[in-house]
């Protein structure tokens, strides 16, 4: 069991995954800053700076890359008799926004769909036995994913593999059955390296909220789609 060795009295839990820069980094932040134990995983092992310079007695990094059904596995085995109280799968790419999904390279499409949409719901599905019964899993998703909403142009690959991972995960909901706090969250458009310099919110604005959210809704059973600042989107 990884957590033992660092258990710090009763410190909630989390396990944050795709925490080596941006978004993921600032949740680890964020939670560590709040009193929590933190779990964090990078990509390959050793590769952020930033995120090795968090550490303390309440930081394990751990490495996963998502698209490696093995390392889900493996990391699974590792954190076996943890005892989550939240699992947050972060890890997202982009791509060209400007291309039309006809033009889109087929290796391209199953990279994304592998990384937004397959990868965070393998992680979900082989880590929620570890996540308490009234713990909560989230994933981070985009409004772009919203199929009720009218799509602007462009971002078509990115936009469809976020309404798969958003559909991928109500189902995951029915099947899981409604005990588990489960939430698709959108964190705003915010300066990262996939949102970029002309985002209006910073990572700090967009996890603060995010955390408020999940602490707000800790508890309350069932599948529901917010955003930072905890408001309810429509799917
Ligand atoms: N920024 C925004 O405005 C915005 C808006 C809506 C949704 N989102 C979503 O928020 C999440 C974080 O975005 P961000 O803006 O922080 O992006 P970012 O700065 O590009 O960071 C992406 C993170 O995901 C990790 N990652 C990518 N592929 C991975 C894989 N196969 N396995 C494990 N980790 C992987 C990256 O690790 P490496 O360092 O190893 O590449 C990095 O830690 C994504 O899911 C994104 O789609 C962002």
Redesign the pocket.
């Known amino acids: 069991m990884v957590t033992s060795e660092k258990q710090v009295g009763n410190l909630s839990t989390a396990l944050i995954?795709?925490?080596?820069?941006?978004?993921?980094?600032g949740l680890v932040q964020e939670y560590l800053d709040r009193g929590w134990q933190v779990i964090a995983?990078?990509?390959?092992p050793g590769?952020?700076e930033a995120l090795a310079a968090l550490a303390r007695d309440t930081l394990t990094i751990e490495a996963?890359?998502?698209?490696d059904e093995a390392a889900i596995a493996a990391l699974a085995q590792r954190l076996a008799g943890s005892t989550l109280d939240l699992l947050y799968v972060?890890?997202?790419?982009?791509d060209d926004s400007s291309v039309p999904i006809g033009q889109v390279a087929t290796a391209e499409f199953d990279r994304v769909m592998r990384?937004?949409a397959l990868?965070p719901m393998r992680v979900v599905e082989r880590l929620a036995e570890w996540v308490k019964p009234q713990g909560t899993i989230a994933v981070?998703?985009?409004a772009l994913g919203s199929v009720s909403t009218e799509p602007s142009a462009g971002y078509d690959l990115y936009s469809a593999s976020?309404a798969a991972l958003n559909r991928l995960m109500r189902g995951y909901a029915v099947r899981a059955g409604a005990e588990r706090t489960l939430l698709a969250v959108?964190?705003?458009?915010?300066k990262?390296?996939?949102?970029g310099d002309a985002?209006p919110l910073d990572v700090k604005t967009s996890v603060h909220g995010i955390a408020d959210a999940i602490a707000a809704r800790s508890g309350t059973p069932g599948l529901t789609f917010i955003d930072y600042s905890n408001a309810v989107l429509p799917w």
């Open positions: 995954v795709g925490a080596s820069r941006g978004l993921g980094l995983t990078e990509r390959r590769s952020s996963l890359d998502i698209d972060n890890a997202g790419i982009s990384t937004n990868g981070m998703t985009s976020k959108m964190p705003g458009w915010v990262t390296e996939m949102g985002a």
